[in-house]
T-cell receptor, first 115, second 111 residues
């Protein structure tokens, strides 16, 4: 059984650019959630995808968007990057798309630096 | 809205001493509660979880936590700290589709 994987590990972008982060969910899981963790803070919920549909969204602007594919892997896209987007982006997978999807398994994260 | 508060952003204990990390939640309905650990430059690892049933929950690495509804608390303890316990610890509550995290507590172990 493979765990949650994320790519790339690190990347550096310039303000105004666009970035795509990728996540492969744990085997058998159909739900992927994305979190942003700024330095020294707890993770903040961005959105969740369940069976390829957005299933909940946190307080993030529309320039944060996502996709989930038929194999349940997922992408997080951020347009018009701002300096405050610099953070660790965590992907978590789970089974189920509602209140019972309580056990989320996290990947190692992608460290994004915006200069 | 649900919220989680971790008291103390930084806790320092001696090796072999008791570890106590405090967490309080705000919810009209007792939520599912979790403790995660994060080592430097890594993702989050689940230590333990409370869903229903027994209020004293045992987790990995000798950690345990007790759910106290009357105090809306879910404090994390370990009887004897080890150097390898040095890390960031996050308390979280399950909301609709999401986990709501506290700000984290950095645990330092002194030799």
């Amino acid at each position: 059984e493979t765990g949650v994987t994320q790519s790339p590990t690190h990347l550096i972008k310039t303000r105004g650019q666009q970035v795509t982060l990728r996540c492969s969910s744990q085997s058998g899981h159909n739900t992927v959630s994305w979190y942003q963790q700024a330095l020294g803070q707890g993770p903040q919920f961005i959105f969740q995808y369940y069976r390829e549909e957005e299933n909940g969204r946190g307080n993030f602007p529309p320039r944060f968007s996502g996709l989930q594919f038929p194999n349940y892997s997922s992408e997080l896209n951020v347009n018009a990057l701002e300096l405050d987007d610099s953070a660790l982006y965590l992907c978590a997978s789970s089974l189920g798309g509602s209140w019972d999807s309580y056990e989320q398994y996290f990947g190692p994260g992608t460290r994004l630096t915006v200069t | 809205a649900q919220s989680v508060t971790q008291l103390g952003s930084h806790v320092s204990v001696s090796e072999g001493a008791l570890v106590l990390l405090r967490c309080n939640y705000s919810s009209s309905v007792p939520p599912y509660l979790f403790w995660y650990v994060q080592y430097p430059n890594q993702g989050l690892q689940l230590l333990l979880k409370y869903t229903t049933g027994a209020t004293l929950v045992k987790g990995i690495n000798g950690f345990e936590a007790e759910f106290k509804k009357s105090e809306t608390s879910f404090h994390l303890t370990k009887p004897s700290a080890h150097m390898s316990d040095a890390a960031e610890y996050f308390c979280a509550a399950q909301g609709a589709q999401k986990l709501v995290f506290g700000q984290g507590t950095r645990l330092t172990i002194n030799p």
